[in-house]
C-alpha cells in the first residue's frame, strides 16, 4: 500500500529470532499505524489474558512505528508503544528526531521487540541487516555518552563493511539512560540528547529486555505515495502555514514557562499547590538573553524550528547543556520544584536528560516528595540525608540520581507518584494521596484545569484513556481540534501535531490521501476508525494488571488538587467542582459509548466489530 515500506521487523530477544510480519491492507486502512496499530497489535497478541501481563516482563511488546505520513509530513517522529508500567493500559508516545525515517528507508515501518537478552544488547539495523550486538559496553552510560559512543561505533562500522561509500552520516538512534536500566517506571525511550518518548514509561520496558538502543541506518527511498504532486503542494501549504508563525518558530512552547503561569493560571508551581507566578525571571527573554545559544531547530524537514540549545556559561550550573528545555520541563523540572531561572532550570533538564528521566514524570514524583518533606511527612532521614527544600536544584538532582539508580528511597519513588503514594502511605500509616497530582498512574501535563483558561477541559484528564497525558486529551465535541479522537490520527499517521497549528484539519486528510490514496473524512475517522482505536485502549486500560486495576467510579477523575482553590493570582479562590466534572463526565461517556460506569457498552463494541473486546469486558460489567 502506498506510504507504507509494506513490512515490520520482529526481534524475540530470549530466543534471538528476527521475522518479518506483514498485516493485510485492511488492517493498516483501520488502524493506520503508530498508536492506532500499537493497540490492534496488543489486542490481537495478548487480548483477553491483558491482566496477566507484566509490562516489565520479557512477554511485554516492545513497539517502535511508523505510521504512513512519516518522512512525508513536515517534521520526524516515530511512536513507541506496549503495555505501560505506568497506566498497566496503552500509550502512544511519539519521539522527534530522525529514527522513523531512516526505518522507512530501511525497509521498515516498525520494530517489535518481544523476550529479554540474557546480557545487554543493541539492535543494529542497516537496510536489510539486522543484527543483535553486544551492549555490555554501554550499559551504564548516560544519555550524550550513549549518542556519543553509539554514533561513533556504527558509523565505523559502516565504513568498515561500506569502504566504497566513504563517511557516513550518523545512524538514528533510540535509547535508554540509566534510569531505562533500572526499570524506573519514569524512564525515558530517548533520541539525541533529550528528545523522548516519556509518557507510558517505556524506556523500563526497554531495560527489562535490556535493550539499550536501536540504531538505524536506511539507504533506500521512501516508500512510492499515491500521488506525488499533491504531497509536493501540501509539504508546501504545511510549511507556508508554520513560516507565518515567526514567534513559535523562535521561541516553540519557551515562552509558556512564564506565560502558562501568569496569565493562564495553569502552570505546576511547587506540585501544584500553586498554579500562577509572576516570576520575571523565567520569562522567554531571560531564556533567550542568557542560556539559548541556538534557536531555530528542528526535527527531519520541519519548517517549525521549535527546538533550542541551552547552554549554562557562568555561576554554579556553568556547562549545563540541553537541547531544550521546552515548556513542559521549564514547568516540570522548573516552577513545579520552585525553580524560576533559566540557569537552574537548564541544569536540571540536563541532568534529567543524562539520567535517561520523563523530565514530566520525574518532575511530578519530585514535587510529590517535595511536598511531603514539606509538610514534615517525609523527613531528612526519610530522604537519605537530602533537605529537599524548593528552588533547591542540586538537591533535587541529588534524588533524580537516587531515583535513576533506585538507591534509597529512589527506589519508592521510581516507582512513579501514584504507586510511590500506596507505598508511603502505607510506611507512615497516612493518605498521602490527596498531594500526588496523577490521573491513573500519569502524572498530568504541565496544564492546569482549575482556572479554565488553558485548553483542557475539566473532565480531560480523568476521561483520557492515555490519563495525565496533556497531548491527548478527553473533549468534547468528539471532533474538537484538541480532542484526543483527533490527536490519535496525528500519533498514528505518525506527525508532529505543532506541524498542524492553524492548519484546516481537512488538509491533513487531504494529505493521507495524497499519500495513501486512501479517501478519509474527518467524521468516518472520528467516529469509526478513531473511535475503534478509543475503545480497544479503554478495554485495555480497565483491564489493567497484574499490580494495579482500575475502577472508573473511583479513578475516572482529577488529582484532589484540582478540587482545591487556587491560593493566589487573578483566579484566586477558583477550584473545580465535583458536581460539574461528573456532569461532563456522564455526557462524554454518552458521546464515546461508555455505560454509566465508564465501561465500553455491548452494543457499540459490536457495531465497531469488536466481539472480542466486549467479551473480555463481561468480567468487569
Ligand atoms: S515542531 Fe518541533 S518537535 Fe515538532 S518536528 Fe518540528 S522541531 Fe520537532
Redesign the pocket.
Known amino acids: 500500500m502506498c506510504g507504507y515500506a509494506g513490512k515490520f521487523l520482529e526481534v524475540n530477544l530470549s530466543t534471538m529470532e528476527i521475522k518479518e510480519v506483514r498485516f493485510s491492507d485492511e488492517v493498516l486502512k483501520d488502524y493506520v499505524g503508530g498508536r492506532g496499530l500499537a493497540a490492534k497489535i496488543l489486542w490481537d497478541r495478548f487480548g483477553s489474558r491483558w491482566e496477566t501481563v507484566d509490562p516489565l516482563g520479557s512477554e511485554n511488546l516492545l513497539l517502535l512505528l511508523t505510521g504512513p505520513l512519516t518522512g512525508f509530513f513536515?517534521?520526524?517522529?516515530i511512536c513507541v508503544s506496549g503495555k505501560s508500567p505506568q497506566s498497566n493500559g496503552v500509550i502512544g508516545s511519539t519521539v522527534?528526531g530522525e529514527f522513523g525515517v531512516e526505518l522507512k528507508c530501511a525497509g521498515y515501518d516498525g520494530i517489535f521487540v518481544s523476550g529479554e537478552a540474557e546480557k545487554p544488547v543493541y539492535l543494529f539495523i542497516k537496510d536489510g541487516d539486522v543484527e543483535v550486538r553486544d551492549a555490555s559496553h554501554i550499559w551504564g552510560l548516560d544519555a550524550k555518552q550513549t549518542v556519543a559512543v553509539l554514533t561513533r561505533e556504527c558509523r565505523e562500522l559502516l565504513k568498515k563493511r561500506f569502504p566504497q561509500k566513504g563517511e557516513w552520516r550518523e545512524p538514528a538512534i533510540l535509547y535508554i539512560g540509566p534510569a531505562g536500566e533500572n526499570k524506573v517506571r519514569t524512564a525515558v525511550v530517548a533520541a539525541k540528547w533529550s528528545h523522548a518518548a516519556g509518557y507510558g514509561g517505556y524506556g523500563a520496558v526497554m531495560g527489562a529486555k535490556k535493550l539499550k538502543a536501536v540504531v538505524v541506518k536506511g539507504t533506500g527511498p521512501l516508500p512510492e505515495v499515491a500521488d506525488m504532486e499533491a504531497v509536493k503542494r501540501l509539504i508546501q501549504e504545511v510549511c507556508n502555514n508554520a513560516y507565518e508563525s515567526e514567534l513559535w518558530r523562535r521561541w516553540?512552547t519557551g515562552s509558556g514557562g512564564y506565560e502558562v503561569g501568569a496569565k493562564s493560571s495553569s502552570e505546576p508551581v511547587r506540585n501544584w499547590q500553586d498554579e500562577w507566578h509572576d516570576e520575571k525571571s523565567f520569562g522567554v527573554d531571560q531564556f533567550e538573553n542568557r542560556v539559548w545559544v541556538k534557536q531555530y531547530?528542528?526535527?527531519?524537514g520541519?519548517?517549525?524550528?521549535?527546538?533550542k540549545l541551552a547552554v549554562v556559561r557562568a555561576g554554579r550550573f556553568k556547562g549545563a547543556i540541553t537541547d531544550n528545555p521546552d515548556y513542559e520541563l521549564q514547568a516540570y523540572v522548573g516552577t513545579n520544584l520552585g525553580i524560576f531561572t533559566p540557569e537552574a532550570n537548564v541544569y536540571m533538564a540536563s541532568v534529567i536528560d543524562d539520567l535517561g528521566l520523563c523530565g514530566i514524570q520525574t518532575g511530578n514524583v519530585l514535587g510529590f516528595a517535595a511536598e511531603l518533606y514539606q509538610r514534615g511527612i517525609l523527613t531528612k532521614e526519610d530522604l537519605d540525608g537530602v533537605e529537599l527544600k524548593w528552588g533547591d536544584a542540586e538537591a533535587f538532582a541529588v534524588l533524580a540520581k537516587k531515583i535513576a539508580y533506585r538507591e534509597g528511597v529512589g527506589d519508592i519513588l521510581a516507582e512513579g507518584t501514584y504507586r510511590a503514594a500506596l507505598k508511603i502511605g502505607r510506611l507512615k500509616g497516612l493518605d498521602v494521596m490527596p498531594y500526588a497530582v496523577q490521573v491513573k498512574g500519569v502524572g498530568v501535563g504541565a496544564h492546569g484545569i482549575r482556572s479554565e483558561k488553558d485548553y483542557p477541559e475539566i473532565y480531560s484528564y480523568a476521561c483520557s484513556v492515555q490519563c495525565g497525558d496533556h497531548t491527548s486529551i478527553a473533549c468534547m465535541p468528539l471532533d474538537d481540534s484538541r480532542s484526543e479522537h483527533i490527536r490519535i490520527f496525528d500519533d498514528s499517521g505518525v506527525i508532529?501535531f505543532?506541524?498542524t497549528f492553524g492548519l484546516p484539519r481537512a488538509l491533513v486528510f487531504d494529505f493521507y490521501k495524497a499519500v495513501t490514496g486512501i479517501e478519509l473524512t474527518k467524521e468516518e475517522w472520528v467516529n469509526t476508525k478513531a473511535m475503534k482505536i478509543i475503545q480497544l485502549q479503554r478495554a485495555m486500560l480497565l483491564l489493567g494488571g497484574p499490580d494495579l486495576r482500575w475502577n472508573p467510579e473511583i479513578h475516572d477523575d482529577n488529582p484532589p488538587r484540582f478540587y482545591e482553590p487556587l491560593p493566589s493570582g487573578p483566579f484566586k479562590g477558583k477550584a473545580v467542582e465535583r458536581a460539574r466534572v461528573d456532569e461532563e463526565k456522564r455526557k462524554y461517556y454518552e458521546l464515546v459509548g461508555w455505560d454509566e460506569r465508564g465501561i465500553p457498552k455491548s452494543e457499540v463494541l459490536r457495531r465497531l466489530g469488536l466481539d472480542d473486546v466486549d467479551k473480555a469486558l463481561e468480567k468487569l460489567r
Open positions: 513536515p517534521g520526524g517522529r522527534g516553540g531547530w528542528g526535527d527531519f520541519c519548517p517549525t524550528t521549535c527546538l508532529c505543532f506541524n
